[in-house]
């Protein structure tokens, strides 16, 4: 018998930063600083991610292209790779993206590629807590959405390597 399924995720949409609450609006501003130390000479498409910590501690990341393009990173990966590196024992609460190019207004927030929201979810397994993500588009609208799960349903998690513990569905 075939059984029909439907997912549904929610999420919020601000219609401006000016929306948000303060701290939500600073990380939104920190991920719009990151954008300066982006190094996206290929794409000319530059994107910032700003990590919010438990202790209030924020860390910036952005995307670092390459001649070689698969060797270049996507902010979100630089950001939580940094995170990951010098703040192992720390919780992300928040994690704020944006983009901005020179060759075209960005009229939508910038959504994390699949590889980021697996590393994503890698850390809020870690943490055992789901993370805020603020997707920001500048002079535009925020949207939250929180945790990995909600952009990747099927998300491939480590329980999948242990042959009875599958419990997607
Ligand atoms: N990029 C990111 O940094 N994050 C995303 O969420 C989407 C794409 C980067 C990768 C590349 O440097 C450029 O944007 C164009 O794809």
């Known amino acids: 018998m075939v059984t029909e399924k439907t997912l549904s995720i929610a999420f919020h949409i ?33 994107v910032g991610a700003a990590i919010l910590l438990e202790s209030g501690k924020i860390i910036h990341g952005s995307n670092q292209e390459n001649a070689a393009f698969p060797s270049g990173l996507c902010a979100e990966r630089a950001a939580l790779f940094n995170f990951g590196s010098n703040y192992p024992n720390e919780k992300i609460t928040h994690i704020a993206i944006t983009s901005y190019t020179d060759k075209f ?53 480590e329980n999948r390597l242990n042959r009875s513990d599958d419990k997607t569905a």
């Open 14 to 46: 601000y219609n401006t930063i000016a929306e948000l609450g303060p701290e939500d609006k600073q990380l939104c501003l920190e991920a719009e600083k990151a954008l300066n130390s982006s190094y996206s000479p290929y794409s000319g498409f530059r």
């Open 105 to 157: 207004v960005v009229e939508n927030p910038v959504t994390p590629c699949g590889a980021c929201l697996q590393v994503l979810a890698e850390y809020e397994r870690k943490q055992v807590s789901e993370i805020e993500v603020l997707l920001y588009c500048l002079n535009g609208a925020v949207w939250k959405i929180k945790g990995a799960k909600a952009f990747l349903p099927f998300l491939f998690f």
